[in-house]
């Protein structure tokens, strides 16, 4: 393990002080769970993503991606494995590009197949990952008014526009909107309280949101089940957050958003969304730079 080479690079932002820091392993094949677990927690970002290929399964011929470029990845957080990160994901797809140029690729993870596509402008290298096909369910009065309680918000403070629910695109977040800016900035939560009814409800964040335009949102994430107070720049929840304001029917079914993110702890990054009518996936983008 002790070989083992750990990249750092920055996704959402092409500043490295932006943006949600991920670590990335390109060949992780002589690791187990163990020492992944390990790099992950040494190494203290929200997430890690770990690369064994390219080989990983047999994939349909028209789903194939072009030789060298299908890769299986693992994500862990300093406390344990996630199914699907889309930052780390877009930090991976970064790094890979500088090695082996932009293009197609193809990540296979626990949550399923994730196509990224890649280019390079101007000098900044951009990924752009396809989730999963989402899923929207209800919370319980009872869970919601835990979740409250752990995060100490009236329930007066929600914006009545954004029924909560919980969203998956390849991990499960409970989405809740803020009245207003100031409710989002005010962040001081019950760590522990709230770590509970996510491992309960098998959440992987909760989803703060701020409408500030037709097409444009603040968003936060408390992220106490990866052992982070918050996470700075989440794609993962950005891609469950585009599939829930879809069903909801709060933007168009053709709709590009843009997510403000990481503003609120020093580090800014920006998320793309974008959802296409009559596909039920969504896709989220962003540049990515290395932490030199």
Same mark, same amino acid.
């Given at each position: 393990?002790?070989?083992? +080479?750990?990249?750092?690079?920055?996704?959402?932002? $092409?500043?490295?002080?932006?943006?949600?820091?991920?670590?990335?392993?390109? =060949?992780?094949?002589?690791? @187990?769970?163990?020492?992944?677990?390990? /790099?992950?927690?040494?190494? !203290?970002y929200? +997430?890690?993503?770990?690369?064994? !290929?390219?080989?990983?399964? #047999?994939?349909? $011929?028209?789903?194939?991606? $072009?030789?060298?470029?299908?890769?299986?990845?693992?994500?862990?957080?300093?406390?344990? +494995?996630?199914?699907?990160?889309?930052?780390a994901?877009?930090?991976?797809?970064?790094?890979?590009?500088?090695? /082996?140029?932009p293009?197609? %690729?193809?990540?296979?993870?626990?949550? !399923? =197949?994730?196509?990224?596509?890649?280019?390079?402008?101007?000098?900044?290298?951009?990924?752009?990952?396809?989730?999963v096909v989402? $899923?929207? @369910?209800?919370?319980?009065?009872? @869970?919601?008014?835990?979740?409250?309680?752990?995060?100490?918000?009236?329930?007066?403070?929600?914006?009545?526009?954004?029924?909560?629910?919980?969203?998956?695109a390849?991990?499960?977040?409970? #989405?809740?909107?803020? !009245?207003?800016?100031?409710?989002?900035a =005010? %962040?001081?939560?019950?760590?522990?309280?709230?770590?509970?009814?996510?491992?309960?409800?098998?959440?992987?964040?909760?989803?703060?949101?701020?409408?500030?335009?037709?097409?444009?949102?603040?968003?936060?994430?408390?992220?106490?089940?990866?052992?982070? #107070?918050?996470?700075?720049?989440?794609?993962?929840?950005?891609?469950a957050?585009?599939?829930?304001?879809?069903?909801?029917?709060? #933007?168009?079914?053709?709709?590009?958003?843009?997510?403000?993110?990481?503003?609120?702890?020093?580090?800014?990054?920006?998320?793309?969304?974008?959802?296409?009518?009559?596909?039920?996936?969504?896709r989220?983008g962003?540049?990515?730079?290395?932490?030199?």
């Open positions: 393990m002790t070989d083992t +080479e750990v990249l750092r690079y920055t996704a959402f932002s $092409e500043d490295p002080q932006g943006g949600n820091p991920a670590g990335v392993v390109l =060949d992780a094949s002589g690791l @187990d769970d163990a020492a992944m677990l390990e /790099i992950a927690a040494g190494l !203290g929200s +997430e890690t993503a770990f690369l064994t !290929g390219p080989a990983g399964p #047999v994939w349909p $011929e028209e789903a194939a991606p $072009e030789a060298g470029r299908g890769f299986t990845v693992r994500y862990f957080s300093p406390k344990a +494995e996630v199914p699907f990160c889309g930052h994901t877009v930090a991976a797809a970064v790094a890979l590009a500088e090695r /082996i140029g293009g197609e %690729l193809l990540f296979t993870t626990r949550a !399923g =197949d994730v196509p990224v596509s890649v280019t390079a402008e101007e000098g900044h290298v951009r990924a752009t990952l396809t989730s989402p $899923e929207v @369910d209800d919370i319980s009065p009872a @869970d919601l008014a835990e979740a409250l309680a752990a995060l100490d918000w009236p329930e007066a403070d929600l914006d009545p526009a954004f029924p909560p629910r919980i969203a998956y390849g991990a499960r977040h409970l #989405v809740l909107g803020a !009245g207003t800016r100031a409710r989002l =005010d %962040l001081a939560y019950d760590f522990a309280r709230l770590e509970a009814l996510m491992r309960r409800l098998d959440l992987t964040t909760v989803q703060l949101v701020h409408r500030a335009g037709p097409a444009e949102f603040h968003v936060r994430d408390p992220f106490p089940v990866g052992g982070v #107070v918050e996470d700075p720049a989440t794609g993962a929840a950005a891609a957050f585009g599939a829930y304001a879809r069903e909801l029917g709060l #933007v168009p079914e053709d709709a590009v958003l843009t997510l403000h993110q990481g503003a609120d702890m020093g580090r800014p990054g920006v998320l793309t969304v974008e959802l296409r009518a009559g596909d039920p996936r969504v989220v962003g540049t990515g730079v290395r932490i030199p």
